[in-house]
């Protein structure tokens, strides 16, 4: 669908401009202080704050998406098992959505900024303290902490870039997510080289002091265009069809969601490849993550496509890719395929759920909805890659594994699709 008309159908996933007819005004008090509503829109300064953005996206999640190099070394110094040392991972994730509730509750009465600066200085400390951890249950504390630290400053800095534009909006917040696949690109061959140079403990300081520094910088750029103070009824939105659909689909997804970026480098470990060739099936799903992030966003932007249509499809290649993995994951070419295939599907949908959320609920809501909504994932980030490295520990291979996670996804892609016939419309233009 062109830009030039909107569908029946798309007028079911609601856009930004149909305020009126959304339920969530119900209970809802909204109050924007602003001297000029299209003061710095599209701006140079607006790519300014998507570079600072990206930058401590990159540093945050994109450093945790690379964890699956750390797995192996971790598990031979704590002498424990795969599974055992997965918690990790999925802790700091898990937490990060917990907090990123948080975030998204208050920052329109604190700021972006503020929230932002915090969650750095949490993520920077937690890091440090990881590298001089004693066993696995001080680095589950610790990755606890860092999760905390991320949370607090994740929605904030995508939902910063989202103020700063309007036409460009979908592209705009898509290349600040591509920090998450440019840091999946990065960590994975270096922090292998630097694990096997220095160790994984000078990794982790090595992570605290840099991305300390980088990301302290980018904060001061990372202010919010419009002053927002927004105060929700929250049971208001739980009992919103839409957001119920949406939170029930990414919550089942979660479940396995994770298992790739966790576990895909012992797998080829398992499987015949070298250290440096498993790091790189890893950074292969964070090359084409990006292209997943930046390319749809920009044909969704270019062709006036729905970004909830664009999610429905990246949900659906997931489920295939994964059950692509099962089935053909053993041969070198194919992991390497289905590892691409995974990335661009991630990315999309990664990149364009909050560009959704903004057309289905509004701009000036969208912070303090994405955070139930990311809240939905945190069970299943929570559990689901270590039950897979527990399913490993017990049968010695991951394919059970894979065929849950290939079912968990499946099932939050046909919830989504079910959203746009189970929702009422709600605008005709």
Avoid at 199 to 204: E, F, H, S, V
Wanted: charged share 10%.
């Amino acid at each position: 669908m062109l830009a030039g008309g909107k569908s029946h159908s798309e007028s079911r996933y609601g856009t930004d401009d149909t305020l009126e007819s959304n339920p969530l005004v119900v209970g809802v008090e909204e109050r924007a202080v602003e001297e000029d509503n299209n003061e710095g829109v599209d701006s140079l300064y607006g790519w300014l704050v998507v570079l600072c953005g990206f930058t401590v996206i990159m540093m945050t999640i994109g450093f945790t998406f690379s964890f699956g190099v750390f797995i192996v070394p971790l598990a031979e110094e704590f002498h424990t098992g795969r599974g055992t040392v997965s918690w990790l991972g999925s802790i700091c994730s898990s937490i990060q959505l917990m907090f990123g509730i948080l975030a998204s509750r208050f920052v329109g009465k604190y700021g972006f900024q503020k929230f932002i600066i915090s969650g750095i200085c949490v993520c920077t400390l937690a890091t440090f303290l990881s590298s001089i951890a004693r066993n696995h249950y001080q680095m589950y504390a610790t990755f606890a902490l860092l999760g905390a630290g991320q949370g607090l400053a994740y929605i904030p800095s995508f939902s910063c870039v989202a103020q700063w534009f309007a036409a460009k909006r979908g592209i705009a917040v898509a290349l600040a997510l591509t920090g998450v696949g440019v840091g999946n690109i990065l960590f994975p061959p270096l922090m292998e080289a630097t694990i096997n140079a220095y160790g994984w403990r000078r990794t982790l300081q090595g992570v605290a002091v840099v991305g300390g520094v980088l990301m302290a910088v980018s904060a001061c750029f990372l202010r919010e265009r419009v002053s927002l103070q927004v105060s929700f009824a929250y049971s208001e939105i739980l009992t919103d069809r839409r957001f119920q659909l949406l939170w029930l689909g990414n919550g089942l997804m979660a479940f396995g969601f994770l298992i790739p970026f966790l576990h895909i480098v012992p797998y080829a470990l398992d499987h015949g490849f070298g250290d440096e060739e498993a790091a790189l099936v890893l950074s292969t799903l964070g090359i084409t993550s990006i292209f997943g992030r930046v390319g749809m966003a920009f044909i969704g932007d270019y062709f006036g496509i729905h970004p909830f249509r664009i999610i429905l499809g990246s949900v659906s290649f997931l489920t295939l890719s994964v059950l692509g993995w099962a089935l053909v994951g053993r041969y070198h070419f194919c992991l390497y395929l289905v590892s691409g295939v995974y990335g661009v599907s991630a990315g999309a949908w990664m990149s364009t759920l909050p560009v959704a959320l903004a057309a289905i609920f509004g701009i000036a809501r969208q912070p303090s909805v994405t955070g139930p909504i990311y809240m939905a994932a945190a069970p299943g980030i929570l559990v689901g890659a270590p039950l897979a490295g527990w399913i490993f520990d017990v049968r010695g291979s991951y394919q059970v594994a894979l065929w849950c996670a290939a079912g968990f996804i499946g099932a939050g892609a046909l919830v989504l699709w079910l959203f746009p016939f189970l929702t009422p419309p709600l605008a005709h233009h």
